[in-house]
């Protein structure tokens, strides 16, 4: 049985529609740097869409923490211990419905210095 001509552009035409989807859900950074403290800040993780399970590939270095139970957009993410050794982990948020995985690389270490950098000149 061979498919119709009309099948085939329809499923053209569904294409760049799951193209757009796809390239629209990102995480709104890549990379974290959180510092070790007494008391750890708290980092937001953004989806830009989508509905995902959060989870953290090293738990003992930094604890995720939804904004709702089941599925959510965003998380709360925070580093854990304070033994001062340089630690890192991936933080994953999987889409259960589409089977997108979204990652962040979060790297635990004491801040000594920051330096910022601007490329604003005044006149």
């Not at 708290?42 to 923490?65: I, M």
């Not at 991936?90 to 000594?112: N, P, Q, S, W, Y």
Request: hydrophobic share 45%; aromatic share 4%.
């Amino acid at each position: 049985m061979a498919p119709c001509p009309g099948m085939w552009a329809r499923s053209f035409l569904l294409l760049p529609l799951l193209l757009v989807i796809v390239r629209s859900s990102k995480l709104n950074v890549p990379r974290v740097l959180l510092p070790y403290a007494s008391t750890p800040p708290s980092f937001p993780l953004l989806s830009e869409s989508g509905c995902y399970s959060w989870s953290s590939t090293r738990p003992e270095v930094v604890q995720v923490k939804p904004d709702m139970v089941g599925c959510s957009t965003s998380a709360v993410i925070q580093a854990l211990g304070s033994s001062g050794v340089k630690g890192s982990a991936m933080v994953m948020a999987e889409d259960k419905d589409t089977g997108l995985l979204l990652r962040a690389d979060v790297i635990v270490d004491k801040i000594h210095s920051l330096k910022i950098v601007t490329k604003t000149h005044e006149l």
